[in-house]
């Protein structure tokens, strides 16, 4: 059982990585589609390390969401965009030397970290996300973050419909 | 064989670098809105890990809260990219250069 | 011989057998979905021509019962033809996510109660109804890539149409099933069926021996409304009349599966198909009491193999009830206009939805408290 | 004209009665095919439709009471076909003569092609030998398109020997009435 668990991680955090690579930096194509594509793959891929985490309500949550609703609208605005001579434009190598120097750098702060802290040394794993106990979690101790939480969905669904008018004043 | 909190840390580790790299180097915006949602998912990834390992909820309950303000924020996102296309006809940042000439 | 397969599963460690069952469980529910999704086509064509007084299709086999076998002959033995101008890659790829969904979500619904010591369930999850909304939300990519693989006007605008619907009814229906779980407390579809056992409590003892099954639908009137909501946005997920507005063959020359044909078509045509059987299938595991009857002592989990099959029985028959009611309902209505399809969606039912909702909530509340 | 939209009352529009009454008629339908067994559907090979006096279907050629070809090669009827699918290649003047008394030629060549025709029934409107007649047939089947221009064999053996009225003898009658008519001077 734990063997399966640990080739299960494998798979899917390759799975993760290699998609998450072909969103950024796809060698085959540049459309924003095929990005958004291997997106969803990423996301269905955390789907499945959260499963292996014993959080099933986000890993739910997450298809649902992210999967579900969030690459959706994602690819409606890519197709509602007409969006055909984009694709072909070049890379300044400028640009892309300093992307690269700085995420080497940001990683570097990760794994340094990641050595110091030896994070994994003595942790229990044993800690079930079920729905209810989050829900009450939720409810009770983080029920104000919750309540503002709400309230920004209302502000951001107020401001889509306001910017989506075609003639603002 | 054993799978433990750092292997899940250094997944999350790339994927927020390989986000922060669509950011930095990509030039359409609807990209660089993906390559967000890479990173905060890579976040995501970090703190239910945490939550699994230090026994207790919080990260989780952290996450739940990431995906609402990730959801609320794509879709005001994606408003104003539709509106700026309406106006501009472009979803690349390097022809939004209005302040520069 | 039977005894040797006993003796032989009984010394398989208990991480082998549940890989041995669980794949058992996988060919059998696959295979009986297939074969279902082949003979719903024919339900439909015999239906259709019943109500319009014709015979239908009868001359494969007795009763035409044959025929599906011929169109999935015909279907593989057609030119496979790849227009020239689609994206090959989604244009590939899109057939088979537009299917693949529908089959996922039967893995959370409990068709039976036991077979000997295994549940028939494949995957008993505690999250059950969030996997199946999830993976239901996956549809929608199936038909937005089959459009935009086309790269042609009209399967354009028929896959963006398609998916606002589907996006739209989507809200609907997984608001509609949220006051079923304030009623009940689980997420669990097994223990949601197990719930609905006997008989219902409000119906006064006057009537004596009329009394209704204590099937969810049944229960409250709010639950009732639900059900309602979720039956609408089931037709509406599912792409049946009256909401088939993807199937546009009067303004859109068809929809987003126009530059499809042979085996890539009928794969979209299978997906539709085996979307309308599990939503049937969800709509009696969720309010009609999946498994159980309660008569007879019906509503308890099997203790012998052939009580097990029977409650297979039971829940075959009224997914099958289901799957003709949706198809009754094709040859009565006529579409919605898509405006109406939108307002309907958008201002009717999720209002409806979520007033239904927090009069649940103050119910439940209002109990507690007495 | 404007037609005022009638105002739906609040039953109506929750169309619950539109509902029921769907509900009604075909199940009324589908119980009258498929538990009494009347469906109007026709087995077709096994059950054939049986044609109505007066059908139009394909014009063929008929022969005389004798087995005479009745055409006499006039063309009125390839000159009145409205999508032109009537071809006659007349004898020509050194050709073979009519096989019965009465007519000077008959057609070479006689070709209707069914592809084209359209079944209106101006060549036997127009044909003053009363040749041609639209019969009672409306199956046509052939595997390519030359088989479907069917010739004057095909045609004259497809129409048969029109029993009934045989023009020239009737007229040849008259004809003769006229010599022995006492006509005063």
């Not at chain 3, 097994?190 to 219902?200: R, T």
């Not at chain 3, 089931?234 to 199937?247: G, H, K, Q, V, W």
Request: charged fraction near 15%; include cysteine; glycine fraction near 8%.
């Amino acid at each position: 059982m734990e063997n399966a668990q640990a080739y299960l991680f494998y798979v899917f955090a390759a799975l993760a990585v290699i998609c998450a690579i072909m969103v950024v930096a796809n060698p085959f194509s540049r459309s924003p589609v095929t990005s958004a594509m291997f997106l969803v793959l990423t996301m269905g891929c955390l789907a499945g390390l959260f499963t292996l985490l014993h959080a099933f309500f986000l890993a739910a949550v997450q298809i649902l969401v992210y999967a579900g609703a969030v690459m959706v609208l994602f690819l409606f605005v890519i197709m509602l965009l007409d969006l055909k001579e984009e694709q072909r434009r070049q890379v300044k190598s400028l640009s892309l030397v300093a992307g690269l120097v700085s995420v080497g750098a940001i990683l570097a702060i990760f794994v340094r970290s990641l050595i110091a802290t030896k994070p994994g040394e003595g942790a229990l794993a044993n800690v079930e996300g079920s729905t209810s106990k989050l829900g009450k979690l939720l409810f009770t101790q983080y029920l104000l973050p919750f309540e503002i939480v709400s309230v920004l969905l209302l502000v951001a669904m107020v401001g889509v419909v306001l910017l989506s008018k075609k003639d603002l004043k | 064989m054993n799978v433990g909190l750092e292997h899940y840390l250094v997944v999350s580790a790339v994927l927020f670098a390989l986000g922060l790299l669509g950011v930095v180097t990509r030039r359409n915006i609807l990209v660089i809105y993906m390559s967000l949602e890479l990173m905060l998912n890579a976040a995501n990834l970090a703190l239910v890990a945490f939550s699994r390992f230090n026994n207790n909820l919080d990260g989780q309950v952290m996450v739940f809260f990431i995906i609402t303000v990730a959801a609320a924020e794509v879709a005001v996102g994606l408003a104003l990219i539709v509106a700026l296309y309406r106006r501009r006809q472009t979803t690349h940042v390097e022809d939004l250069n209005l302040l520069k000439h | 011989m039977f005894d040797n397969i006993t003796n032989w599963i009984d010394g398989l460690t208990a991480m082998q057998q549940f890989v041995l069952f669980s794949g058992v469980k996988i060919f059998a529910v696959f295979g009986v979905l297939m074969t279902c999704v082949a003979y719903a086509v024919w339900v439909e064509r015999k239906v259709a021509a019943a109500i319009q007084d014709r015979v239908g299709p009868n001359r494969a086999g007795p009763f035409g019962l044959l025929q599906p076998a011929c169109d999935g002959i015909k279907a593989f033995l057609k030119e496979d033809f790849t227009p020239d101008h689609v994206r090959k890659a989604y244009f590939w790829i899109a057939p088979a996510i537009a299917l693949i969904p529908a089959l996922l979500t039967v893995a959370v619904i409990p068709f039976g109660s036991n077979l000997g010591a295994q549940k028939m369930v494949i995957a008993d999850l505690n999250v059950g109804i969030l996997y199946t909304f999830g993976i239901v939300s996956l549809g929608v990519y199936g038909i937005v890539l089959a459009g935009y693989a086309a790269n042609s006007k009209y399967p354009f605008i028929g896959g963006i149409r398609s998916s606002a619907q589907m996006v739209s009814y989507e809200l609907a229906m997984g608001m509609s099933v949220i006051p079923l779980f304030l009623w009940v407390g689980d997420l669990n579809l097994s223990q949601l069926v197990i719930s609905q056992q006997g008989f219902v409590g409000w119906l006064p003892d006057a009537l004596g021996s009329v009394r209704l099954p204590n099937w969810l639908v049944f229960q409250s009137p709010m639950l009732a409304l639900s059900f309602f909501i979720f039956l609408v946005a089931a037709f509406a997920e599912t792409n049946r009349t009256p909401f088939d507005l993807p199937e546009a063959e009067q303004e859109l020359a068809g929809g987003y599966n126009i530059e499809y044909s042979s085996i890539k078509f009928a794969l979209f045509f299978m997906g539709e198909y085996a979307a309308m059987i599990t939503a049937s299938a969800m709509m009696v595991t969720l309010f009609f009491g999946g498994w159980t009857l309660p008569w007879f002592g019906l509503d308890q989990p099997a203790t012998s193999i052939p009580g097990g099959l029977l409650h297979i029985g039971i829940f075959f028959v009224k997914v099958v009830a289901f799957v003709f009611t949706i198809v009754w309902v094709r040859w009565m209505w006529p579409r919605f206009r898509y405006d109406q399809l939108m307002d309907l969606g958008w201002r009717r039912f999720i209002p409806l939805a979520l007033v239904n909702i927090v009069v649940t909530a103050l119910w439940l509340w209002i109990r507690s408290r007495s | 004209m404007i037609v005022e939209r009638k105002k739906l009352n609040f039953w109506e529009r929750l169309y619950i009665p539109a509902v029921i009454g769907g509900f009604k008629v075909t199940a009324r339908h589908f119980i009258k095919s498929v538990f009494k067994r009347q469906p109007v559907t026709m087995q077709y090979p096994e059950e054939r439709w049986v044609v109505p006096e007066g059908y139009r279907g394909a014009p063929y050629l008929v022969k005389d009471q004798e087995g005479n070809t009745k055409c006499v090669s006039c063309q009125l009827c390839e000159f009145v076909c409205p999508p032109k699918a009537i071809k006659i290649i007349p004898p020509g003047p050194a050709g073979q003569l009519a096989d019965r008394p009465n007519a000077e030629k008959m057609p070479a060549e006689f070709e209707i092609n069914m592809l084209r025709c359209i079944f209106c029934g101006y060549c036997q409107e127009v044909c003053p030998e009363e040749a041609i007649f639209l019969q009672k047939d409306w199956s046509h089947v052939g595997t390519n398109r030359a088989e479907m221009i069917y010739n004057k064999e095909k045609l004259l053996s497809l129409g048969g020997t029109h029993a009934g009225t045989q023009k020239w003898k009737h007229k040849l009658e008259e004809a003769k009435e006229q010599e022995n008519f006492p006509v005063k001077p």
